[in-house]
């Protein structure tokens, strides 16, 4: 059975593995990780802990970008999973500044119940 602190949370979530394993693949301190997502060490330890970020959502997103990782990964531990795409078949580029016009097409046609 995994281990759980005095508050019931569960030592071995998707976060708290995620958390321990970015910290070692970086080589960096539990300090430097919280000023990268700009939250405190002691909401950083409960992540380790097993809690789960709610107002401070924010803050995972940001060490998520700084290091390169998925969110979802780092949530659930699977990546997303989208319906008509295949990861990494985007690409995101400034293009130009100033004023665009985006046109949507229906690729997928609608299910009919």
């Known amino acids: ?10 030592h071995h979530t998707p976060l708290a593995k995620f958390l321990r394993r970015v910290l070692e693949d970086r ?5 430097q990780m919280s000023e990268i997502a700009g939250v405190s060490e002691s909401v950083l330890s409960a992540w380790m802990m097993g809690a789960y ?5 924010v803050g995972l997103k940001r060490l998520c970008d700084h290091t390169g990782e998925s969110l979802s990964i780092a949530l659930t531990g699977l990546p997303d999973k ?6 990494g078949s985007y690409l995101e580029e ?3 500044d100033g004023i665009a016009r985006i046109k949507i097409e229906r690729l997928i046609p609608r299910r009919r119940t």
């Not at 059975?1 to 569960?10: K, L, T, Y």
């Not at 970020?53 to 959502?57: H, I, L, M, N």
């Not at 989208?82 to 990861?87: A, P, Q, T, V």
């Open 53 to 57: 970020p709610s107002e401070t959502v």
């Open 1 to 10: 059975m995994p281990r759980q602190d005095r508050n019931g949370r569960n």
């Open 27 to 31: 080589r960096m301190s539990q300090k």
């Open 82 to 87: 989208c319906l008509g795409s295949i990861e």
């Open 94 to 96: 400034l293009v130009f």
